[in-house]
C-alpha cells in the first residue's frame, strides 16, 4: 500500500484536478467478476487506521499540554530549590560525590554530575537544565531542548537518588517519552515559526534562514562523541544509542528539507516521526494507566485504607501539615476521612477502565486533578501534584483544549492591549483566526485533527539542525 505525501504549502493541489468520480458505465459495458471489497470492511478499516497513524502525528494539544506540563514543574521546582542545590545535589550533599559515583557505577545510571566534582561544572549543568526546561515549555528549538532537557533531568536526579516525593519518578520518565514526541506541533515559539515561514512560502519567499539550529547541531556533535568516548553515558546501550540516532536524524531531517523537501525521503522520515510519535503517545497513556492502577490495587492491601483511615495520619504528621488548621479540621471529621480514602481508592482503580467511555473517563478525570489539587494544598506537595496533573492532561478532550487555548490568547491580546503604545483592537488587522485561537496561516490541520508541520526549505520546519 502507498502512503501519499501530505500536502505541503509548497506544494498546492491542481487547480483543475482530475474527477475523483467519473459517470458510471453502463450495466451492459460492466466486466463480469467478483465485487471489489467494500471499504467499510475490516480491510479498509485496517488501511484507514495505517493511513492515520503514518499520515499525522495524533494528539497535538495533549502532548504539547505534557510538555509545558513537565518543563514547568522541573523548572520551578529548580528555581525553588536553587538556594539549597549544593545541600541536594551539589558538593555540600550528604550523599556525597564518592557514594553517588560508587552507586551510579554499581546501577549503571547516567549522569554528567558524575564526570567531575567541580563546583563550577556542578553550577553549568544546573544552569543548563534550568534553561532548557524554560526553553522546552516555551517550545523553541524542541527537538534539542527535550534531549538537553532529558540530559539534564537524568543527571540531577540520578547524582542524589534519595530527594525526591514520587513526582521526581514520573518526570523522570517522561522527560524520555517527550524526546520521541513530536510535542511542539501548536502552543510553542517552533509553530510560530513554522507558520511564518509557511506564509513566506505562499507568497513565494524562501524561508527565513536559520543560523541557531546548524551551529547547536556543531557544537552538541563534539561533546556527544567526546562523552562517548571517555564513558560518560553510563553503563547502558540504550542511551547512547538514542542520543547518536538523534543528532544523526537532525542532520538527515536538515538535508532532506533543504534539497529534497518534496521527495519520497521526506514523505518517508514523515511516516517515521509519526509513527515514533504515535506509539509513545500509546506509552505515556499506558503509563499513566499503570500507576493508577498499581496505586490503586496496592492501596486495597492496606489495613488502614481498608477501614478508611489511611488519610487521617498524614494529615497529623508535621511534614505533611503546611496548614495545621486546615489539616486539624479535615482529620477531625472522620466521616470526610472516610469518604476522601474510600473516593481514592475507587478513582484510582476505576479510572483504567473508564476509558473506554468518554464522558465517565472525563469526570474521573477532574476528580483526580481536583484530588491533586487537594493534595499540592493539603500535604505540602505541590510538585508531586503538577507532575501528576501534566500526565493527566493527556487524556484531556480535544476540544476542551482548543477552547482552553482560545481563552489564553484572547486574555493575551487583551492584556497586551492595555499596555502603553499597543492597539486596543486585539489581533492584527486583516488577519482571520479559528477556533483554537491561531491564525488562518498557521500551520494546516489534516483531515484526521492533527495539525501537518508544513514542509520548509533551508531548515526552517521543526526538525532540522535545530531539531
Not at 494529615?315 to 470526610?336: K, R, V
Not at 483544549?401 to 486585539?426: I, K
Request: overall charge positive; charged content about 15%; aromatic content about 10%.
Amino acid at each position: 500500500m502507498t502512503i501519499p505525501s501530505p500536502q505541503s504549502p509548497q506544494n498546492p493541489a491542481p487547480q483543475n484536478p482530475a474527477p475523483q468520480n467519473p459517470a458510471p458505465q453502463s450495466a451492459g459495458s460492466q466486466p463480469a467478476g467478483p465485487r471489489a471489497p467494500r471499504s467499510g470492511g475490516s480491510g479498509g478499516g485496517l488501511a484507514r487506521g495505517l493511513q492515520r497513524v503514518t499520515a499525522s502525528a495524533l494528539g497535538p494539544y495533549q502532548s504539547a499540554v505534557v510538555r509545558i506540563g513537565f518543563a514547568a514543574t522541573y523548572l520551578f521546582f529548580l528555581l525553588r530549590e536553587l538556594p539549597h542545590r549544593h545541600e541536594l545535589y551539589g558538593p555540600d550533599s550528604p550523599w556525597h560525590w564518592d557514594l553517588a559515583r560508587q552507586l551510579t557505577e554499581g546501577n549503571r545510571a547516567f549522569s554528567v554530575l558524575m564526570w567531575t566534582d567541580s563546583t563550577v561544572w556542578f553550577e553549568a549543568v544546573y544552569a543548563l537544565t534550568l534553561l532548557s526546561a524554560a526553553a522546552l515549555m516555551l517550545g523553541w528549538r524542541t527537538r534539542t531542548m527535550s534531549v538537553l532537557f532529558m540530559v539534564g533531568v537524568l543527571s540531577v536526579q540520578n547524582r542524589s537518588i534519595f530527594m525526591g516525593d514520587g513526582g521526581d519518578n514520573v518526570v523522570h520518565l517522561m522527560a524520555i517519552y517527550l524526546v520521541l514526541t513530536r510535542c511542539a506541533q501548536v502552543w510553542s515559539l517552533d509553530a510560530r515559526r513554522a507558520a511564518r515561514n509557511a506564509q513566506r512560502a505562499v507568497e513565494g519567499l524562501p524561508p527565513l534562514r536559520d543560523i541557531v539550529g546548524p551551529v547547536l547541531w556543531v557544537v552538541l556533535g563534539p561533546v556527544l562523541a567526546t562523552a562517548t568516548l571517555m564513558g560518560g553515558l553510563g553503563g547502558t546501550w540504550w542511551l547512547p544509542t538514542l542520543l547518536w540516532l538523534l543528532w544523526l536524524s537532525a542532520a538527515a531531517w536538515w538535508a532532506v528539507n533543504r534539497y529534497a523537501p518534496h521527495s519520497e525521503a521526506r514523505t518517508l522520515l514523515d511516516v517515521l516521526a509519526n509513527l515514533t510519535h504515535n506509539a509513545t503517545l500509546a506509552v505515556i497513556m499506558a503509563e499513566v494507566c499503570l500507576i493508577y492502577a498499581t496505586a490503586g490495587w496496592y492501596k486495597i492491601q492496606g489495613s488502614r485504607w481498608q477501614d478508611g483511615t489511611a488519610l487521617y495520619y498524614p494529615l497529623n504528621l508535621d511534614y505533611f501539615t503546611p496548614w495545621p488548621a486546615l489539616s486539624d479540621i479535615l482529620g477531625a471529621s472522620g466521616l470526610m476521612v472516610m469518604v476522601l480514602t474510600y473516593g481514592t481508592v475507587i478513582v484510582q482503580v476505576a479510572f483504567p477502565f473508564t476509558l473506554f467511555n468518554r464522558r465517565v473517563k472525563n469526570v474521573l478525570l477532574v476528580v483526580m486533578i481536583c484530588e491533586h489539587a487537594g493534595i499540592a494544598l493539603l500535604l505540602g506537595l505541590p510538585f508531586f501534584s503538577m507532575a501528576m496533573i501534566a500526565a493527566d492532561a493527556v487524556f484531556l478532550p480535544t476540544a476542551f483544549l482548543v477552547w482552553l487555548g482560545t481563552r489564553a490568547t484572547l486574555g493575551r491580546r487583551r492584556l497586551l492591549s492595555r499596555l502603553p503604545g499597543r492597539s486596543r483592537t486585539p489581533g492584527k488587522p486583516g488577519t482571520p483566526t479559528r477556533a483554537d485561537g491561531r491564525s488562518a496561516d498557521g500551520p494546516a490541520r489534516d483531515g484526521h485533527g492533527g495539525t501537518e508541520e508544513p514542509r520548509l526549505q533551508g531548515g526552517g520546519g521543526g526538525h532540522t539542525l535545530v531539531g
